[in-house]
């Protein structure tokens, strides 16, 4: 990013401190500032811009201007279709209540996985890539009759890759 001035703004003191080992977000915060890149770190912004617009607004007490910005609070579950079926199992983020076989709270035979699911963990391939063996077995000993046996645990740490570039790895 030679020609680009890069700013990262968060509000906690750390980067990826929920759901990583702390050395993995301080070897990120080292690397980031290597290259030159801005971390404003236990900062808050006033709004959240849509991604893609230019921002002008208060970060952290003082005035800031970006040309581009872009929101990396995570995004909203699109399940307003499941609204009508399963309104009970939606939470008021939209997420799905299921249970540890994946079951869609109040069905007998309906499942969901990835980021819909309302588990504490966080929203990557990782740990939906973790929901398919459970949901595979699960629905397979439905269709024959037979019990469901594989349960899922939210993993509080996963193995996370942060690509800067071309060149930096």
């Not at 003082?62 to 910005?69: T, V």
């Not at 307003?80 to 799905?96: H, M, N, W």
């Not at 939906?128 to 077995?137: I, N, P, Y």
Request: charged share 25%; aromatic share 6%.
């Amino acid at each position: 990013f030679p020609d680009v001035e890069i700013t990262i703004v968060e509000r906690q003191d750390a980067l990826l401190k929920r759901f990583t080992n702390p050395k993995f977000g301080q070897a990120l915060i080292k690397r980031l500032r290597q290259l030159g890149i801005l971390l404003e770190l236990e900062t808050a912004v006033e709004r959240l811009p849509q991604s893609g617009e230019p921002f002008e607004g208060e970060v952290g007490n003082k005035r800031a201007s970006f040309d581009l910005a872009f929101d990396s609070v995570g995004a909203k579950p699109n399940t307003e279709g499941l609204a009508e079926s399963f309104g009970a199992a939606r939470t008021q983020r939209g997420l799905v209540d299921v249970d540890a076989h994946l079951l869609i709270k109040g069905t007998r035979s309906v499942f969901a996985a990835g980021d819909i699911i309302n588990m504490d963990e966080p929203k990557t391939f990782v740990s939906a890539s973790g929901h398919t063996s459970v949901l595979a077995k699960n629905l397979m000993a439905h269709l024959s009759g037979s019990p469901m046996v594989a349960t899922y645990t939210p993993k509080e740490l996963v193995p996370m890759m942060i690509p800067l570039g071309p060149k930096q790895g």
